[in-house]
């Protein structure tokens, strides 16, 4: 966790002394449910528990320093944009969306861990972003309870059981509420960005998914999780849609892939 530590701080996304902020990590063992707050560079404070916190900041990473989601031109949000955050884990991504669209904005973040999702309210409420619809549960194509496999990491939480197996083995099962995609969609309009990082269902979400069109969803950044999906797969089901798409693969973490569609 340490590497995590002075990774982040030397790319800026922390401020002030990792081992310092290690300390304190070690310090937080004496209290039953530690939070650690971690004061971001923007501006922003995010919310974490000890056991979650080498996740966050690879997330933080993820988010704010490699802008992953970003790499394409024009998917930086914009005032004024509607986003959409499916995994939205504790709300890095969320909170640098809300930021960004302003008030004139706003964004709906979707997580089905119960844990997870409380650190998402919280977050969404410590910052003050009033632009923000939260709601616990999974995006699916119906309605239905749906299990949850979990793996060590919560971050990893999927619908998918051989994804989880590739993330070290299941830990635990729940269930979670599973709610249409196309009926969010239809209730939201038109939308400028849908994020999906719904760990191995990506392509099983989109194929069953009418509403991921480009007159309803301007942009779309996937990410993928290779071997359980090809970013092929999602490429081409979503040009079949209409869309133009890039596939991005990061040199650091060739487990993840990424695939940006837009209008053509």
Known sequence: MLGELATAAK????PGNPVMLAALSRAG?????????????????????LGLLEAVLKNALHVFCYRDYEVVADFRPKAGWSVVDLGAFIGLYTLRCA???????????????????????LNVAENNLSNVRLLKGCAW???RKLVLFQPRSP???TLRGDYAELMGGVVRRTYAQAFPLDSLLRSLG????LKMD???????LIGGS????PRRVRRIVVEVHPPIVRPSEIAEELERRGYSTIIYLPERAPSQAFVFAFNK
Request: hydrophobic share 45%.
């Open 198 to 204: 719904v760990e191995g269902a990506e392509l099983e």
């Open 11 to 14: 790319a800026g996304c922390l």
């Open 190 to 193: 038109c939308i400028d960005l």
């Open 29 to 49: 063992k004496l209290a039953p449910h530690p939070l650690l707050r971690l004061c971001l560079k923007n501006g922003l404070t995010v919310y974490s528990t």
């Open 155 to 157: 971050v990893n939480a």
């Open 141 to 143: 194509v119906d309605w």
């Open 99 to 121: 930021k960004l669209a302003g008030a004139g904005g706003r964004v709906v973040a979707v997580e089905p861990l119960p844990e997870n999702f409380k650190l998402l309210r």
């Open 210 to 213: 009418r509403g991921v069109e």
